[in-house]
């Protein structure tokens, strides 16, 4: 079975690449985690209102995925609990 750095297809490789490490959709994917954390917004309206802010697809033209920028959000969000 192929995977792409740890993940199931390259969609959900790309959809963490850039999340993770383009500093501008960094920073709006910790803002709205900090909604979550401070009880402002549910998790599932997290990645909602992150698809929407996102552009239509990845810079490298591969279509975000829900489920990983789910997964993404809960780990930031154990984080930042952490530090609240």
Same mark, same amino acid.
């Given at each position: 079975?192929?995977?792409?750095?740890?993940?199931?297809?390259?969609?959900?490789?790309?959809?963490?690449?850039?999340?993770?490490? @383009?500093?501008?959709?960094?920073?709006?994917?910790?803002?709205?985690?900090?909604?979550?954390?401070?009880?402002?917004?549910?998790?599932?309206?997290?990645?909602?209102?992150?698809?929407?802010?996102?552009?239509?697809? =990845?810079?490298?033209?591969? =279509?975000?995925?829900? @489920?990983?920028?789910?997964?993404?959000?809960?780990?930031?969000?154990?984080?930042?609990?952490?530090?609240?």
């Amino acid at each position: 079975m192929k995977t792409f750095n740890g993940y199931t297809t390259y969609n959900h490789w790309n959809t963490a690449l850039w999340l993770n490490n @383009d500093e501008d959709m960094y920073n709006t994917m910790q803002n709205i985690v900090e909604l979550v954390v401070y009880r402002h917004i549910t998790k599932k309206q997290a990645v909602e209102r992150l698809l929407k802010r996102l552009p239509a697809k =990845t810079p490298d033209g591969a =279509t975000w995925q829900a @489920d990983t920028i789910a997964e993404l959000i809960e780990e930031n969000y154990v984080e930042q609990l952490k530090y609240s």
